[in-house]
Nanobody, 114 residues
Framework: VQLVESGGGLVQPGGSLRLSCAASGIVFRFYAMGWYRQAPGKQRELVARITSSGSMQYAESVKGRFTISRDNAENTVYLQMSNLKPEDTAVYYC?????????WGQGTQVTVSS
């Protein structure tokens, strides 16, 4: 199983980024897919999640700014991030979750700074 994140980088406050996570080795359409983040000295937290049926869930801190989506034909989940703030700085991890298994990507750094 591989989850490969891409799209991170350095962006100014108010800017946008789109993260991608390409999955292989799983039957993608059966998995709930999520984005988590971990800032230095803090616990990993859920940012957004989309179920196999398309239901979405967001952390309160990102509602209205971030959008999660999935493309089952491409085995890819996306996180569109807008109006980024310095407190969004973290390593962002992709997660694939089923009742019997969960998988993580290696993470991609997002830094929001002027």
């Amino acid at each position: 199983v591989q989850l490969v994140e891409s799209g991170g980088g350095l962006v100014q406050p108010g800017g946008s980024l789109r993260l991608s996570c390409a999955a292989s080795g799983i039957v993608f359409r059966f998995y709930a897919m999520g984005w988590y983040r971990q800032a230095p000295g803090k616990q990993r937290e859920l940012v957004a999640r989309i179920t196999s049926s398309g239901s979405m869930q967001y952390a309160e801190s990102v509602k209205g700014r971030f959008t999660i989506s999935r493309d089952n034909a491409e085995n890819t989940v996306y996180l569109q991030m807008s109006n980024l703030k310095p407190e969004d700085t973290a390593v962002y991890y992709c997660n694939a979750d089923q009742a019997i298994a969960t998988h993580w990507g290696q993470g991609t750094q997002v830094t929001v700074s002027s």
